[in-house]
Nanobody, 126 residues
């Protein structure tokens, strides 16, 4: 099982960009579908985006489509989240999650992901 560590969060202004990284331990990273979720204060953790094991397929939440881009580098055991045109409503703790899946299907449910990172705070000021 992999372990996940996120980094790259911070305090930015509306319209700015940030890139989050999630580094996985272990040698089986390419067997995992990877996703980003986020949780704003007082709200449920919500799905943001996921990427297939080889990186060829993605699925985005409507709220971030066109602004966020997920990518992965299996040689570096890392998944990235490039966030552009940030808005105050993007303020949240962002979590990296992994799903050990032999096939591709779109899942936005937290319960489908068995491994989580500790989260990284993103704060967007207006």
């Amino acid at each position: 099982q992999v372990q996940l560590v996120e980094s790259g969060g911070g305090l930015v202004q509306a319209g700015d960009s940030l890139r989050l990284s999630c580094v996985a331990s272990g040698r089986t990273f390419n067997q995992y579908v990877m996703a980003w979720f986020r949780q704003a204060p007082g709200k449920e953790r919500e799905f943001v985006v996921l990427i297939s094991r080889a990186g060829g397929r993605t699925n985005y939440a409507d709220s971030v489509k066109g602004r966020f881009t997920i990518s992965r580098d299996n040689a570096k055991n890392t998944v990235y989240l490039q966030m552009n045109s940030l808005k105050p409503e993007d303020t949240a703790v962002y979590y990296c999650a992994a799903r050990n899946s032999a096939g591709w299907y779109v899942s936005t449910e937290r319960s489908d992901y068995g491994t989580w990172g500790q989260g990284t705070q993103v704060t967007v000021s207006s």
